[in-house]
């Protein structure tokens, strides 16, 4: 037999760990149902008890409306293997693209991430639930997300939104209060230019993690933190964090990644994060510590981008030329940072040209490589959304 996958199945997995969690809020449910039960007989009056009500006359408008009482079934299953390719907002607006890369599915697509929430803050949709995310002008129109799930789903592909969390330049720039800042008060930039969310503000948390709640009653099937760290370029030395001192540096992404892991449980979606390829070797000053956030995630994508390391990084003289064994040599970190935990391993591919020209063969190579790493599958990264002909094919 190949040594693709684990010998655990994490679909079995994955219920067993809410298992619990469930029987509690049934027995909850079902007391308060009761009660209820016994007033409306008082009253002669016959009533439903479901998770939200149509008015006549209702048409869904594609935003987050949703039950408010969460999903019994639990997750859709995983892919026997996640050959995945990442989406922006932009593209998916535009007329027809997402069927079209759907129909990658015949060429061996499991697995589409969609942006929920990107780099510059922006949203791909309104979130009715999140009257922030109106107000400092992140909500955008760029595709209805329940349209999108069930479209997504209609061909068999599981689909992740991705979730950009700190970097978020229209949130920091709308409410300075909740940006990183300088010591004279002034919004802190990182070296692109970009303005940073408080990793410390408890507000900001909220923030996002409505965001996701919203992606998720909407049909994702699971949500993938990105950017779920602090900020790592620019004069990062004069970076102010307001409320530093309840918490240390170290804890906050751990701490983050539990309070989402747990707002997101009842609404039966995975829960993930994208990490740097070098977090699992070692300490990055960035929050971002693999085996501390492993226990709340259900998978971690390392960004094992060959182009990405430099000259001697991972023992090797230049990581870009040798792109299988530079994501051997990563994954083998992340191995040993997971080892115990149930945590699935999912690296992004570099399916782009940076340094030196990336082809079927250079993408081939980091896909064997996290194949024989033991990897559930693998997400190609390209930011302009053009993907090698041939990267998605099975094993």
């Known amino acids: 037999m190949s040594m693709l996958f684990p010998p655990i199945d994490p679909n079995e997995r994955f219920r067993s760990r809410r298992s619990a969690a469930r029987r509690r809020k049934r027995l909850q449910r079902g007391a308060l149902i009761a009660a209820l039960l016994v007033a409306v007989a008082l009253l002669g009056v016959g009533a439903q008890f479901v998770g939200g009500v149509t008015q006549p006359g209702r048409v869904e408008t594609g935003l987050d409306a949703a039950p408010t009482i969460a999903p019994a079934s639990g997750p859709r299953p995983l892919p026997v293997e996640i050959r995945g390719i990442h989406v922006t907002m932009g593209l998916a607006s535009l007329p027809d693209k997402l069927e079209q890369y759907l129909e990658l599915e015949r060429d061996g697509l499991t697995a589409l991430e969609l942006d929920v929430k990107d780099e510059h803050g922006q949203i791909g949709f309104t979130p009715q639930s999140v009257p922030l995310a109106r107000e400092v002008g992140a909500a955008r129109d760029f595709y209805a997300p329940r349209a999108a799930a069930r479209l997504v789903h209609e061909h068999g592909v599981y689909l992740i939104g991705r979730v950009v969390v700190f970097e978020d330049p229209t949130l920091a720039t709308a409410r ?84 989402a892991a747990r707002r997101l449980e009842p609404f039966g979606v995975r829960v993930s994060a994208a990490v740097f390829g070098l977090s699992a070797t070692r300490d990055l000053g960035i929050g971002q510590l693999p085996r501390r956030m492993a226990p709340f995630l259900d998978a971690v994508y390392p960004m094992a981008y060959p182009s990405l390391f430099g000259e001697g990084e991972l023992g090797l003289a230049d990581p870009s030329a040798t792109p299988g064994a530079t994501v051997s040599q990563a994954l083998r970190h992340f191995r040993r940072a997971l080892r115990g935990r149930e945590t699935l391993l999912v690296p992004w591919v570099q399916d782009f040209t940076l340094l030196r020209p990336f082809g079927i063969d250079e993408v081939r190579a980091q896909i064997d490589a996290a194949r024989l790493a033991g990897a559930k599958g693998y997400m190609l990264w390209n930011p302009e959304g053009i993907y090698t002909e041939g990267a998605l094919s099975a094993p």
Do not use: H, M, Q, T
């Not at 998720?216 to 933190?225: H, K, S």
């Open 176 to 259: 300075p209060d909740l940006a990183v800042r300088r010591s004279g008060g002034s919004v802190w930039r990182d070296g692109a230019g970009l303005a940073w969310a408080n990793p410390y503000a408890r507000r900001v948390w909220d923030y996002n993690v409505d965001i996701a709640v919203a992606a998720a009653r909407a049909g994702f099937d699971e949500i993938l933190f990105d950017y779920a760290r602090f900020p790592s370029d620019g004069d990062v030395e004069n970076a102010v964090y307001a409320g530093s001192d309840s918490l240390a540096k170290r804890d906050v992404i751990p701490s983050f990644i539990r309070y």
